[in-house]
């Protein structure tokens, strides 16, 4: 089947394909969450040593992965609008980076939500929180940076190579357990070996990332497409096409 | 009922944890949308105002 990829990276005929996939993400997203929050609280057992305070896991545990994950996204989006000079691409990072500084956010809140009960504290500055509180001032940090640019080729480079620098802090994060005697546990879910909880518990937690993964790209569509508005102003396409302007 | 929303004496951090993330994920969206109509209504006021001033440039 051969498909033109490089007719989608024009911003005209990115539009309306984004407009079409946001309704499908989204129910996706919602079908997910609800079927993960069902098995989350009403099927996956009590955890024998932390009692119910483990379910905080299934929004925790993807949260977290979903904070990583998309700043690798944001970083390749961010280099490709380096390299190739394309104005969606940063455009996608842009859109990108806010919702994943909300997923950072959600990992350090119901961390230390979770770290309260079954650590004493809130709050320590281990190397595995450390990092993913790095993380956040990343996301932050590129949002600001943007912002306080008025020309958007600079800010999107500027952008960019912030983002390119701060990819070095996710392997820091993923394995900082490893390489540091961290108050925070090693992963309970890895690629090496099989993963060492209940299959209801696995299957909630797996069920949470796709729809936090869905949700992320139902909103990064849609903060696309307003970025998309707001520097195709100018041109004539989005008069003619766009429903409500014509 | 009651019991659910105790969680074994974990209801606090529990709840804490499942309506901060559900009100941060319900606003991310309702603000993403408002941002939109914002948009679309000053561009179409942009719009009617182009073609306003192109109207009295004929007359």
Known sequence: MAINWFKYSSPASFYPLAGRMIPWAMAVGVLTGVAGLYVGFFVAPTDYQQGESYRIMFIHVPAAWMSMFTYI??????????????????????????????????????????????????????????????????????????????????????????????????????????????????????????????????????????????????????????????????????????EGLR | MAEFFAMGGYGFFIWMSYSVTALFMVTEVLLLMRRRRTILQRLSRIRKAKIGVGHEAQT
């Open chain 1, 73 to 242: 996204v944001m970083a390749v989006w961010a280099v490709a609008g380096l390299i190739w000079n394309t104005r969606l691409s940063s455009m996608m990072a842009t859109a990108l980076a806010p919702t994943g500084a909300m997923f950072t956010f959600i990992a350090l809140w119901t961390g230390a939500l979770w770290g309260k009960p079954t650590w004493g504290t809130y709050w320590v500055w281990d190397a595995r929180l450390t990092s993913e509180l790095i993380l956040l001032f990343l996301y932050i940090g590129f949002i600001a940076l943007q912002a306080s640019i008025d020309d958007p080729r600079r800010a999107a480079r500027a952008g960019g190579l912030l983002a390119l620098v701060g990819l070095v802090n996710v392997p820091i994060i993923y394995w900082s357990v490893k390489w540091w005697n961290t108050l925070h546990q090693g992963a309970s879910i890895s690629f090496a070996k099989a993963p060492t909880m209940a299959a209801e518990m696995l299957l909630a937690l797996l069920l949470v990332t796709l729809a936090f993964w869905a949700y992320t790209i139902a909103v990064a569509l849609m903060r696309v497409r307003c970025e998309i508005l707001e520097s195709e102003r100018q041109s004539s396409w989005i008069y003619e096409t766009v």
